[in-house]
């Protein structure tokens, strides 16, 4: 398999066995490859010399946390971490998040229906770029210089175009 199909598969059974169908969408889907890709790759759940695990990069003081305390996410993500017989509490969710890719997804969803902003229309690159950054906050986005960002952008618009003809082609 290919990292895209091993995010798209993810996807699919996230929204197949652990999150309303309100959540789902082309461009949910999108959004959430884009993400992945950007972020691991799809493939790694342990981020080189840092603290954020799964597919999607998280850290257990952001947006675990946040997804796990926000009234309107909070409710969902522990939901989902019953049906995953993980414990709704940040480390125990951390540690899931090594080996648990559905779990990983939900937070990851959840974490952009959290935004106020919507999702972007499908093609909408320069959009969901923005949504990646103001979601997923990267600090190498943030500490980078000119060059550092627009090599990030152009990796993201990379990544963003492969999910679309991904979730196109579904």
Partial sequence: MT???TGAGIVELTFQHLL??????????????????????????????GPARSYWQMEQGGGIHWT???KTTGPYARTACSL??????ESDVYAAFLSDDLLACVFARLLL????SPLPQLGDEADAFMLYL???????YARGDAGQRAEIEARFFRNYAAA????RGH
Wanted: hydrophobic share 45%; charged share 15%.
């Fill in 3 to 5: 990292a895209i199909q």
């Fill in 20 to 49: 309303p169908a309100k959540f789902d969408s082309p461009a949910a889907r999108v959004q959430l490859l884009a993400n992945g890709l950007q972020e691991s790759g799809f493939l790694t759940r342990q981020q080189d010399n």
């Fill in 68 to 70: 796990l305390i926000n």
């Fill in 84 to 89: 995953r017989a993980v414990a709704p509490i």
């Fill in 113 to 116: 229906w959290a935004d106020p």
């Fill in 134 to 140: 103001a979601t997923w906050n990267p600090g190498a």
């Fill in 164 to 167: 679309v003809q991904a979730v």
